[in-house]
């Protein structure tokens, strides 16, 4: 058992188990949220802090870079030494963190680093939010002050391969007595794992729904995203209407532009086929440098064609800002390669 996979109210009634207070459990819970440490929490005596020892988060920031575009890369260490990566970045309607929802991943995309090292483990609900408590407070943030306006779950891992966990994070995170952060402001990017995308539109969450595609053939899409053996794309489609049935929330295909694999004009008209009548936007990303791939992007002006080709073919799309590219920050470069005695 860990305090930070719990609720305030879970944790009032371990609290009451253990033979304190339940005011203790609210204490504790607040704590967390603002990111402190157990021996940081002033109004606990050291007894009480023994008692509960077990049961307190133990993560922190292990490494901090911070781009030239102002964008800042954390390693988050858990207790099993293990490391994962968010990126908090900057805008002008606030400040957007991506967080990592497993260590490692299995699910093999050709153009992503986070890949490489396979699927380590899960994180669990409590793991996810300490991301997002840490970087918060590291910029001055508090529960009632809060510093961090809109989650992204697109960091390592995929978040659907990590189902229970991801959606009783989002409840955590969303609660009132919480960081309180609307569904709304939540958006969980997948590879397009279709049976769990109906499980997500059936619980009602209604955070918004992000799809990474990057090939409008199922020929050309299994060559770069191994899911794609098990999942047509007219079977993610078909998903990304139902959620939208359920919801009544728009979606959005991430689509990375690779030059020679999916930039060309049957591209384009394929685009179109699948998304100019649906509620959905398109967005269109650089690919990001890899070492370990050999993929190559196309180029900024090739990629503005792209885009505008689409929107005069009804198609809402848009070229995604690439921010954080200089400390391996930018889409794609997550990935868990420190080691300890190497940073």
Same mark, same amino acid.
């Given at each position: 058992?860990?305090?930070?996979?719990?609720?305030?109210?879970?944790?009032?009634?371990?609290?009451?188990?253990?033979?304190? &207070?339940?005011?203790?459990?609210?204490?504790?819970?607040?704590? @967390?949220?603002?990111?402190?440490?157990?021996?940081?929490?002033?109004?606990?005596?050291?007894?009480?802090?023994?008692?509960?020892?077990?049961?307190? &988060?133990?993560?922190?920031?292990?490494? +901090?870079?911070?781009?030239?575009?102002?964008?800042?890369?954390?390693? $988050?260490?858990?207790?099993?030494?293990?490391?994962?990566?968010?990126?908090?970045?900057?805008? +002008?309607?606030?400040?957007?963190? %991506?967080?990592?929802?497993?260590?490692?991943?299995?699910?093999?995309?050709?153009?992503?680093?986070?890949?490489?090292?396979?699927?380590?483990?899960?994180?669990?609900?409590?793991?996810?939010?300490?991301?997002?408590?840490?970087?918060?407070?590291? #910029?001055?943030?508090?529960?009632? #002050?809060?510093?961090?306006?809109?989650?992204?779950?697109?960091?390592?891992?995929?978040?659907?391969?990590?189902?229970?966990?991801? %959606?009783?994070?989002?409840?955590?995170?969303?609660? &009132?007595?919480?960081? #309180?952060?609307?569904?709304?402001?939540?958006?969980?990017?997948?590879?397009?794992?279709?049976?769990?995308? /109906?499980?997500?539109?059936?619980?009602?969450?209604?955070?918004?729904?992000?799809?990474?595609?990057?090939?409008?053939?199922?020929?050309?899409?299994?060559?770069?995203? &191994?899911?794609?053996?098990?999942?047509?794309?007219?079977?993610?489609?078909?998903? %990304?209407? /139902? /959620?939208?049935?359920?919801?009544?929330?728009?979606?959005? @295909?991430?689509?990375?532009? $690779?030059?020679?694999?999916?930039?060309?004009?049957?591209?384009?008209?394929?685009?179109?086929?699948?998304?100019?009548?649906?509620?959905?936007?398109?967005?269109?990303?650089?690919?990001?440098?890899?070492?370990?791939?050999?993929?190559?992007?196309?180029? *900024? +002006?090739?990629?503005?064609?792209? %885009? *505008?080709?689409? #929107?005069?073919?009804?198609?809402?799309?848009?070229?995604?800002?690439?921010?954080?590219?200089? $400390?391996?920050?930018?889409?794609?470069?997550?990935?868990? *390669?420190?080691?300890?005695?190497?940073?």
């Amino acid at each position: 058992m860990n305090y930070a996979d719990l609720t305030e109210n879970e944790i009032s009634q371990e609290i009451v188990k253990l033979g304190l &207070p339940k005011f203790r459990g609210k204490q504790i819970f607040d704590a @967390i949220i603002n990111g402190q440490s157990l021996q940081e929490i002033s109004v606990l005596s050291e007894s009480l802090k023994l008692k509960i020892q077990d049961f307190y &988060p133990k993560y922190e920031i292990f490494k +901090k870079f911070v781009s030239k575009d102002g964008t800042k890369k954390y390693l $988050i260490k858990f207790e099993d030494e293990s490391i994962v990566e968010c990126v908090l970045m900057s805008y +002008k309607y606030g400040n957007t963190i %991506c967080v990592s929802t497993q260590v490692g991943c299995r699910m093999g995309c050709a153009f992503c680093a986070s890949t490489l090292q396979g699927l380590k483990r899960n994180l669990s609900s409590g793991e996810i939010l300490g991301q997002i408590y840490l970087v918060n407070r590291d #910029n001055d943030g508090s529960k009632k #002050n809060r510093q961090i306006t809109n989650i992204v779950l697109m960091g390592s891992g995929e978040p659907l391969d990590n189902f229970d966990n991801v %959606c009783k994070f989002i409840e955590l995170i969303s609660a &009132p007595e919480g960081l #309180n952060i609307s569904k709304r402001n939540i958006s969980l990017s997948t590879c397009g794992l279709v049976d769990k995308i /109906y499980q997500l539109a059936d619980k009602g969450l209604d955070i918004s729904l992000t799809i990474s595609l990057h090939a409008t053939t199922d020929d050309e899409r299994k060559k770069i995203m &191994p899911i794609a053996n098990k999942y047509s794309i007219k079977e993610i489609v078909d998903a %990304c209407d /139902y /959620y939208f049935d359920k919801t009544k929330r728009r979606f959005y @295909i991430e689509y990375t532009l $690779i030059k020679d694999v999916n930039d060309s004009e049957d591209d384009i008209n394929r685009l179109v086929e699948l998304f100019a009548h649906k509620v959905c936007h398109i967005n269109l990303i650089m690919l990001n440098p890899v070492k370990e791939r050999k993929l190559e992007s196309i180029d *900024k +002006k090739q990629a503005e064609m792209f %885009c *505008k080709k689409l #929107n005069a073919l009804g198609v809402s799309a848009t070229i995604r800002r690439s921010m954080g590219q200089d $400390i391996s920050g930018a889409c794609g470069q997550l990935r868990n *390669k420190f080691v300890r005695d190497k940073v």
